[in-house]
Structure formats: structure tokens, C-alpha cells
């Protein structure tokens, strides 16, 4: 389980967090 | 099959055919950037802050890239299993928000106050009219540039000599020519423009080979499964202690301090691409990292003793992977990958080492009170280029393990003594210019002491107590001195209008 989360869902998740603070940062900056 | 896996890395025709393509593209585009390069010491060295958000991701994320990627996290990985998983995650998010946050700031401050250098932006936004920053500095980033780009030629040297059966030193100097001839010519276009080459090269490799040599191996399960058989702990990233997690974490400190990485952010057109920039230089970082720690998985599986590699050195793994699953062609791209991480770092520390003598020591230093002719100072320039490279190579030959011991400290030194000091120069304005000096001085000389103690040593890695001291001591110091009195204003020059960030 440990195996499968950090080699698959760490580095969807690091992917998915720079969308979101792109996402976020274009947001705020209008 | 084992017989042939026991075997040496050997190039053929497809190979070398695959490779000399590889130069010819590099070398093309040094000639191609000629002419832009020639016009000013902007152009020549971040390239006239007019560059593409695309290349600026690829070409920050690859010039911190060494070999370190290819052959030592393989390495890992195929040693220590999934747990090598936290050296890379750290570098990954800590360069996501630099290109976010930190990045911003920086190129909006540079475009203000015309900084092409580290040391521009220092001894701008903290008035060293005395230019006693701007030359520790110098000194520290040119001790730790020279010496970086002497160990990459000597590594390129050595990857020459086990591909294509060269002698040693016969590799060094061709690296160091190749090298030698797109960077004089094409400047930080050519440096920029090979570099996204070459993060295609690499990004290529590292997801092809981990592919075929699971499916060559049955699967993913079948691997996992063979893994599982050798060793328990191989499957289990929470298999390190906690100062050795925190350690591999910690790497990814150094990124906030390495000039040949922070001036790429110098050189982008517009600094509100760099979210774009985030976000390619984030998807090619994360594909680059685990292509490589899953080719230290399927290269444990396929061979589980150490001594079936070359040399029994984990850091052969990568391209003997490579031969025995690879059509020669593609071998060709696995070996060109390996210069291709190995160049697009060297070439960055040498125009940044470059930079420091032409721009900070000759222009700023030695000259400042005059107007020097911007074509001048270009062919200044090549010619320093020329010297740096004479002088890492005589350094090498001359002082190898002085070298690979500078180099030890090179990633923590320089993160250690920029990335505190920098970080607190864009975001806190009681920063002051003692402050920044002491916190230069304590962050290179934690991480010399902490590397020397023992003790200390088997804890953990020492860029993370040395960085905490230089931000201590840069914090401490600058409480008890006074911020430049324009400190606002140099504020509102990292500031977009309108929207503080």
C-alpha cells in the first residue's frame, strides 16, 4: 500500500498540486 | 542469460551514429545563436531577458540535473529500493514554488534594476557600494562553479571512456570542447536551446527504458514480486530512518541556491509566464525522477547482485540496462542522454562562473566608474569562457581530489550560503547587508563543519543544519543593523502592481 502511494499517487499528487496553484495564482492575479 | 548480463557497456555503429547526431544538433545551435549572443553582456548572458516560458522550465530543471539523476538516484533506487522515492520529492516541490513565488519576485527586481547576475541583485537591492558582498560572493560562487564544472567534465570524460572505449582524458577534453565551442559562441541562447535538447533527450530515455525493462521482466508484478523475494525492505519507502528522510529531503534546499539554476528565472520575457513555467518544469521533474527510481527497481530485479554490474558500481546500472533492453539506436539516446544531463549542467555553471568575472569583478569591481562598450565586453566574454574552461581542466589534472572534495560541499555549500540569504532578501525587509554576509559565511562553514563531525555526519545531511544556520544567522545579524533606508522601494520593484505576492 505504502509501495503504491509514494511511487503513484506522490507524484499524481505533486502534479495535481501545481495545477491547483497555478490555478489558484492566475485567480488571484486576475 | 547471466553470462551476458555480467558484461561491459559497448557502443556500435547505431549507438555512436545516434550520439554524433546528438553533437552535430548542439553545435548547430551554438552557431544559430551567434548573432543574437554578440549584440550585449545581456543577450550573451541571460539572454536578453527575452526567453520562452517553455525553454526557461526545461532549461531550469535540467541544469540542476546532473548525471546525479541518471546514474547515482538509479544507483539508489536499485540499493535502498522505493525509499530513494524522498531524495527526488524534495527538489520537486521546493522548485515548484521557487518558479511560483520566488521566481517572480526575482525577474520582475532584475528587469527594475538591470541585474544580470546573483551578485548584481545583491549588491543592488542592499547598496554595496563598497562592493564588499558582491566579492564574497564572487568568491564563493566561483571556488564552487570551477570546481562543479571540473567534475563534469571529468564524469563526462569517464562516461566517453566506458562507452565508446576511449582513453579517460581523451573524453574529458572532448566533452570540454563540445562544451567549449556552443557556449562561446551562442551564449545563453545556445546554453538555453541545448539544454530543452537535451531535457527531451533525457526525459525520453527515462521513461523508455523503465517500459521495456519491466515488460521484458513479465510486468510490473512480476518485478514487484522478484523484489519482494530479494529483500522486503526494497518495497518499502519508509524503510530509512528519520534523520536520513529528512536529509533526503532536504535536497531539495540546494535549489533555492545555485546560480546556475536561479539566473534561468532572470531570463524569461514576461515574469507572469513563469506559472507556465511551474507547471512544464514540474511535469518534466516528477517524469524525469520516477523514470529513474524505476529504473533502480527493474534493474534490482534484473540483476540482484551487485557484482553481475560493471565493476560491481551501481552506477553502471543505467546504461547496461539500457544495452541489454534497447535497440542500438535507442542505446544511442540513453548514452546521449548521459552528456546531455552532464553538458546542459556544466554549460549553465560556466556562463554563470563567467558571468561573475566579466560582469561583478571586471564591469562592477574593476571598471565601475567607467562605460564599457557592450561588444567589448562580449568578446571578454568568450574569452573568460575559453579560460574557465582551460582553468577547470588544469584544475582537474592538476588537483582531481581537491576537486570531487569541493564538489562534495557545491550543492549544500551554495544552498546553504544563497538560499537562506536570498529567500529572506526577497521576503523580509529588516534583511540588511551584514545580516547577509554573516548568513553567507555561517551556511558554508555549517556545512563544512557538520561534514567533517562524525556525529553530526550520521544524523543528517548537512545542507539542512547548515541552511537553518545561515537563516539564523542572517535573521540574528540583521536585527542588530539597519536595512538599506530604500528598502520600500526595492520592495515594490519585486511586487507586481497592484497584487503584492
Not at chain 2, 533525457?202 to 514480486?225: C, E, H, R, T
Request: with cysteine; proline share 4%; charged share 15%.
Amino acid at each position: 500500500m505504502t509501495f503504491v502511494l509514494t511511487m503513484f499517487v506522490l507524484p499524481a499528487a505533486i502534479i495535481l498540486l501545481a495545477f491547483f496553484l497555478v490555478y489558484y495564482e492566475r485567480g488571484k492575479s486576475g | 542469460m547471466e553470462e551476458a548480463l555480467a558484461t561491459t557497456v559497448s557502443a556500435n555503429t547505431y549507438a555512436i551514429g545516434a550520439f554524433v547526431g546528438y553533437l552535430l544538433l548542439v553545435i548547430a545551435v551554438g552557431v544559430y545563436a551567434t548573432r543574437f549572443s554578440s549584440t550585449g553582456i545581456s543577450e550573451f548572458f541571460v539572454g536578453g531577458r527575452k526567453m520562452n516560458r517553455f525553454v526557461v522550465a526545461l532549461s531550469a530543471v535540467v541544469s540542476g540535473r546532473s548525471a546525479w539523476l541518471l546514474l547515482g538516484v538509479t544507483g539508489m533506487a536499485y540499493k535502498m529500493g522505493a525509499s530513494a522515492v524522498w531524495a527526488v520529492t524534495g527538489y520537486i516541490v521546493v522548485e515548484l514554488f521557487m518558479f511560483l513565488y520566488y521566481a517572480r519576485r526575482m525577474r520582475r527586481y532584475c528587469e527594475v534594476h538591470d541585474c544580470i547576475t546573483l551578485p548584481d541583485f545583491y549588491a543592488s537591492r542592499f547598496n554595496d557600494r563598497d562592493g564588499l558582498l558582491r566579492t564574497v560572493l564572487v568568491a564563493i560562487i566561483l571556488i564552487f562553479m570551477v570546481s562543479y564544472i571540473s567534475a563534469q567534465f571529468v564524469s563526462g570524460g569517464k562516461a566517453f571512456a566506458a562507452s565508446f572505449d576511449l582513453d579517460p582524458g581523451t573524453g574529458i577534453l572532448l566533452t570540454a570542447s563540445i562544451v567549449v565551442i556552443y557556449t562561446v559562441f551562442g551564449g545563453f541562447l545556445a546554453v538555453s536551446l541545448t539544454d530543452m535538447f537535451q531535457a527531451f533527450f533525457m526525459v525520453v530515455a527515462l521513461i523508455v527504458l523503465p517500459v521495456i525493462a519491466i515488460s521484458d521482466k513479465n510486468g510490473l508484478n512480476a518485478v514487484l514480486l522478484e523484489l519482494g523475494r530479494l529483500d522486503e525492505t526494497l518495497l518499502d519507502p519508509t524503510a530509512l530512518s528519520f534523520g536520513a528522510a529528512i536529509g533526503f529531503l532536504g535536497i531539495g534546499l540546494g535549489s533555492t541556491g545555485n546560480p546556475h539554476v536561479l539566473v534561468r528565472y532572470i531570463s524569461i520575457d514576461d515574469p507572469e509566464q513563469l506559472r507556465f513555467s511551474a507547471l512544464i518544469g514540474t511535469v518534466w521533474n516528477v517524469l524525469m525522477a520516477w523514470g529513474a527510481l524505476f529504473i533502480g527497481l527493474a534493474g534490482r530485479a534484473w540483476f540482484p547482485d551487485v557484482a553481475m554490474l560493471p565493476n560491481a558500481d551501481t552506477e553502471n546500472l543505467y546504461p547496461v540496462l539500457a544495452q541489454l533492453h534497447l535497440h542500438p539506436a535507442l542505446f544511442g539516446v540513453v548514452v546521449a542522454s548521459i552528456f546531455a544531463a552532464i553538458m546542459s549542467t556544466a554549460d549553465s555553471q560556466l556562463l554563470v562562473a563567467a558571468s561573475s568575472v566579466v560582469r561583478d569583478v571586471y564591469e562592477k569591481i574593476l571598471r565601475r566608474d567607467e562605460v564599457i562598450p557592450q561588444k567589448r565586453l562580449v568578446i571578454y566574454s568568450r574569452m573568460v569562457v575559453i579560460i574557465l574552461v582551460l582553468a577547470a581542466l588544469f584544475f582537474g589534472w592538476l588537483a582531481e581530489e581537491l576537486v570531487f572534495w569541493l564538489v562534495l560541499f557545491a550543492w549544500a555549500g551554495l544552498g546553504a550560503a544563497i538560499g537562506p540569504t536570498s529567500i529572506l532578501a526577497f521576503y523580509w525587509k529588516k534583511t540588511t547587508r551584514a545580516g547577509v554576509i554573516a548568513g553567507l559565511v555561517a551556511g558554508t562553514l555549517t556545512t563544512l563543519f557538520w561534514y567533517y563531525t562524525p556525529a553530526l555526519k550520521q544524523t543528517v545531511y548537512e545542507l539542512v543544519p547548515a541552511f537553518a544556520a545561515g537563516l539564523l544567522a542572517t535573521v540574528v545579524v540583521s536585527l542588530f543593523t539597519r536595512p538599506p533606508e530604500d528598502t520600500e522601494q526595492k520592495f515594490a520593484a519585486m511586487e507586481k502592481p497592484n497584487s503584492p505576492d
